[in-house]
Nanobody, 119 residues
Framework: QVQLVESGGGLVQPGGSLRLSCAAS????????MSWYRQAPGNQRELVAT???????NYADSVKGRFTISTDSAKNTVYLQMNSLKPEDTAVYYC?????????????WGQGTQVTVSS
């Protein structure tokens, strides 16, 4: 099974930047769509950014222009570069790998990493 390990979260001031990393247990980016989700206390988990195995990306409107998702195939790692951070970005951020075959749907989650944006 796929294992995902996230890192890079922390406390930053508004306007600051963080880069989150998600390391996969094996070479998966040719098979899986990789996504970042986030969940704030009391809120639903929301999709932040997605990158397909072919490199196509999509972003939530709330982060478009500020966040960038990317992958490093050699390191089996997906990144979320977060710039111009706002207090509203405070949440636990989760890495996700998803794959749909003709017969089975696969999805895997990381453990989450806390991002806190505060003065």
């Amino acid at each position: 099974q796929v294992q995902l390990v996230e890192s890079g979260g922390g406390l930053v001031q508004p306007g600051g930047s963080l880069r989150l990393s998600c390391a996969a247990s094996g070479s998966i980016f040719g098979l899986y769509t990789m996504s970042w989700y986030r969940q704030a206390p009391g809120n639903q988990r929301e999709l932040v950014a997605t990158i397909t195995s072919r490199g196509s990306t999509n972003y939530a409107d709330s982060v478009k222009g500020r966040f960038t998702i990317s992958t490093d195939s050699a390191k089996n790692t997906v990144y979320l570069q977060m710039n111009s951070l706002k207090p509203e970005d405070t949440a636990v951020y989760y890495c996700n790998a998803g794959r749909l075959t003709s017969s089975t749907q696969y999805t895997f989650w990381g453990q989450g990493t806390q991002v806190t944006v505060s003065s």
